[in-house]
């Protein structure tokens, strides 16, 4: 995945809270294992009415509690191919949270004000490194994990997290110890 310090450009709004994973992407279009190609499909049933009009632009801001529901992976898939790269809200789901982080999308929690600020401003820039969104409305402080920041920061998704200890792996593996078979407890 490629590393994220600066997401800056136009704002994308979704004024709803409680957006779940099956608004995200229908069930309908889940049919395969890559993550590419479902963009097009994003909020589909609500595009496809005209409830909303949504663009791509690199940011989106929604309300709380987005990415609710099923734990399906390809809701930040569908998210980060229509062209997002950080999703801003009060709130997550915390299995969609942790699917965007692993892909390379950034999640941003800050509170209900700030995000209808940086709604109305139109335009933001957030920045990692310094953990802040900046936008007309001013400056604004969000937290993060600091091994999420590492990984997000670095580009680092969980098999190259893996690679990191590929030497402290294949010592273990090279001592024999894989041959004494594995490890077994007794319950």
């Known amino acids: 995945m490629d590393p994220i310090a600066i997401i800056e450009g136009k704002v994308s709004v979704l004024d709803r809270a409680d957006v779940d994973t099956d608004q995200i992407i229908p069930k ?12 097009e499909f994003l909020f589909y049933d609500w595009l496809r009415d005209g409830e909303i009009e949504l663009e791509p632009n690199p940011i989106l801001v929604a309300g709380r509690n987005f990415g609710c529901g099923s734990s399906r992976e390809h809701a930040p898939w569908a998210l980060q191919d229509f062209g997002f790269k950080a999703i801003i809200a009060p709130s997550f789901a915390d299995i969609f949270y942790g ?78 110890a894989a041959e004494r078979g594995p490890v077994t407890t007794d319950l």
């Open 99 to 176: 699917n965007c982080t692993k892909i390379g999308l950034l999640p941003v929690v800050l509170g209900e004000e700030d995000c209808r600020a940086v709604a109305q401003a139109g335009v933001a820039r957030i920045d990692l490194d310094d953990q802040t969104v900046d936008s007309a409305a001013g400056v604004v402080r969000f937290d993060i994990d600091e091994e999420v920041k590492h990984r997000l920061f670095e580009g680092l998704d969980d098999i190259a997290v893996t690679l990191q200890d590929a030497e402290a792996i294949d010592a273990f593996e090279a001592s024999g």
């Open 28 to 39: 309908q279009f889940l049919k395969r294992v890559e993550r590419t190609g479902f963009g």
